[in-house]
């Protein structure tokens, strides 16, 4: 669920290293996490291993850079460094994309609020079915969430306590991966109806019990997306490491790996298992929303329910938090009320009109996600290590310079084929209809 992106405190007393691991585990623990079974049914067990193993090791390669540029000019920050690499222009980019990937987080957050909510108020009306009421319409309750808990939280002068929900984030996750793991051992595949008799059968086949080690389809453009959403914690890094006690280059380093491996356990063990469940429709992207579908009052899965949604929901505040946008200007009520309210607005209005999380995964993992993990590390070690330490021509430079570039084409093909799918799925839908 992350830490805040720019606001950066400098502590008195120093973060060991257990501590660091844990915090930047939390900086790569997101919303993905809830997408990984969806995209492990699109591409197959073995081919989403080979696609996880090599994000994992380009985000700790590309750390990496980002450690070796922060090491060359003393700075700990990720829009400094597009400062000293391109001026106010580099500046004022890397601002701009960590604000947009803020958007999407924070929207994704709320588009869980948004599936997962009116679910659990159903449950604990004794319903088996969404009967229409307003208070089980998941664009009402975003706005209701939006105004009681989350704008007031966002409106306090300090951070404070909110920066503790990052480790009840990670318990909750912790709790969802272990439910997940029972699940797959308590549910029957092809699926027989639980619950009310009257709930629509979900028509899962025998073959789709059959877990697959390759499949391509019009989904499988959505992976590396949810992938590289699932692994940005770049932001996050120099914060993180200066606040390490006894920082080095090659201690930070360790931290990042042993987080960036501990991350990639639990999401291999959340997509197979969830994928193993196999009656997940191809079309569901949110694992915690699909066990609605085998029994609506499950108390398990409404307790995990119930700890993601006051998880995103504390999260939410902690990403939002209006003076970061700021961080070297004297606080002023006024900007930071106008501030929390616009971004409070323009994330609701996303949740409400985009229809799916699928595209808040796709978008954001296509765009901003490739800038800060490949583009933007890249760019800047170029820029900043001397050439008279590395010459362009050097191993190190040209590494640095085809990994931008596989950014860049990584975003353009993402995005390609997800505006493709776009306008097929629309074809359809109009040719069906």
């Known amino acids: ?70 090491g060359v000019v003393g700075i700990r920050a990720y829009e400094q460094l597009g400062n000293r690499a391109f001026g106010s222009p580099g500046k004022m980019v890397a601002g701009c994309i960590i604000t947009v990937h803020n958007i999407g987080a924070m929207s994704s957050y709320l588009f869980i609020v948004k599936s997962e909510l009116p679910l659990v108020i159903q449950a604990f009306l004794g319903k088996h079915e969404n009967t229409g009421e307003w208070f089980l319409n998941g664009n009402y309750l975003i706005i209701i969430v939006s105004i009681c808990i989350i704008l007031p939280l966002a409106l306090m002068k300090q951070l404070g306590y909110l920066g503790y929900t990052s480790g009840f984030s990670l318990s909750c996750m912790v709790f969802f991966l272990i439910s997940v793991i029972y699940k797959k051992f308590n549910i029957p595949c092809p699926l027989e109806n639980h619950g009310n008799s009257s709930q629509t059968p979900l028509n899962i086949t025998d073959d789709f019990c059959e877990a697959k080690l390759f499949t391509i389809n019009s989904q499988t453009a959505y992976t590396i997306p949810i992938l590289a959403f699932a692994f940005v914690c770049h932001p996050e890094v120099l914060p993180i490491y200066t606040e390490l006690r006894d920082a080095n280059k090659k201690r930070m380093q360790q931290v990042a790996n042993i ?14 298992f969830g994928y193993l469940t196999c009656w997940i429709p191809q ?32 999260t939410v505040p902690v990403v939002l938090f ?27 209005v996303l949740v409400i009109f985009v229809p799916s999380i699928r595209d808040i995964f796709g978008i954001i993992g296509a765009t901003s996600a490739p800038s800060l993990i490949f583009i933007l590390p890249g760019i800047f070690y170029i820029r900043i290590v001397p050439k008279e330490q590395e010459p362009m021509t050097s191993r ?11 950014g860049f084409i990584f975003m353009v093909m993402s995005m390609s084929f997800i505006i493709i799918d776009w306008v097929n799925g629309e074809s359809r839908s109009g040719g069906g209809h």
């Open 259 to 272: 987080s960036i491996l501990a991350m990639f356990v639990m999401y291999l063990i959340t997509a197979i």
């Open 283 to 314: 079309g569901t992207l949110l694992l915690l929303h699909t066990y609605i579908k085998v029994d609506p009052l499950d108390v398990l899965m409404l307790c995990v329910r119930l700890a993601v949604l006051v998880a995103v929901t504390l």
């Open 322 to 348: 209006p003076q970061i946008l700021f961080p070297d200007k004297p606080f002023h009520w006024a900007r930071h009320i106008l501030i929390a309210l616009t971004l409070i607005s323009l994330v609701n």
């Open 396 to 406: 190190p430079k040209i590494q640095a310079a085809c990994f931008a570039g596989l």
């Open 1 to 70: 669920f992350g830490i805040n992106n720019f606001h950066i405190e400098k502590l008195k007393r120093k973060t060991s290293f257990g501590i660091s691991v844990f915090n930047l585990s939390n900086a790569i623990m997101g919303s993905g996490i809830l997408g990984l079974a969806f995209a492990m049914s699109n591409t197959g067990i073995a081919l989403f291993i080979i696609l996880l193993v090599c994000i994992a090791i380009l985000s700790a390669y590309s750390i990496h850079l980002l450690l070796k540029s922060a």
